[in-house]
């Protein structure tokens, strides 16, 4: 049975950091394309970031860019967000997502494995 396990969400002030994890379990993924998403109350889950099976290839949404940054560890069966200077804005839940291709690795239907998610909060 797969498992997408997330880690490293929490409460942070305005201009913080954090680092998300999401460790894969049951399957590997490193020939797969992953990705983070995030749904705030109220709004539609969006694609924050992709990334490759070769992590040559990735995706940001703008809102983000410059500030996130997704890395993985085929290795470890596990996929990074890395994210700075964090804004009130970038409050959610974050979810990873697993197996998809590089063609559709920021559309939210493409994805055939989920995480629950972790809480992420930007205080301002």
């Known amino acids: 049975q797969v498992h997408l396990v997330e880690s490293g969400g929490g409460l942070v002030q305005a201009g913080g950091s954090l680092r998300l994890a999401c460790a894969a379990s049951?399957?590997?993924?490193?020939?797969?394309?992953m990705g983070w998403f995030r749904q705030a109350p109220g709004k539609k889950r969006e694609c924050v970031a992709a990334?490759?099976?070769?992590?040559?290839?990735?995706y940001y949404v703008d809102s983000v860019k410059g500030r996130f940054t997704i890395s993985r560890d085929n290795a470890k069966n596990t996929v990074y967000l890395q994210m700075n200077s964090l804004k009130p804005e970038d409050t959610a839940v974050y979810y990873c997502?697993?197996?998809?291709?590089?063609?559709?690795?920021?559309?939210?239907?493409?994805?055939?494995?989920w995480g629950q998610g972790t809480q992420v909060t930007v205080s301002s």
């Open positions: 997502a697993a197996d998809t291709t590089i063609a559709t690795m920021a559309t939210l239907g493409a994805y055939d494995y």
């Open positions: 049951g399957r590997t993924f490193s020939n797969s394309a």
């Open positions: 990334i490759s099976w070769k992590a040559n290839r990735t």
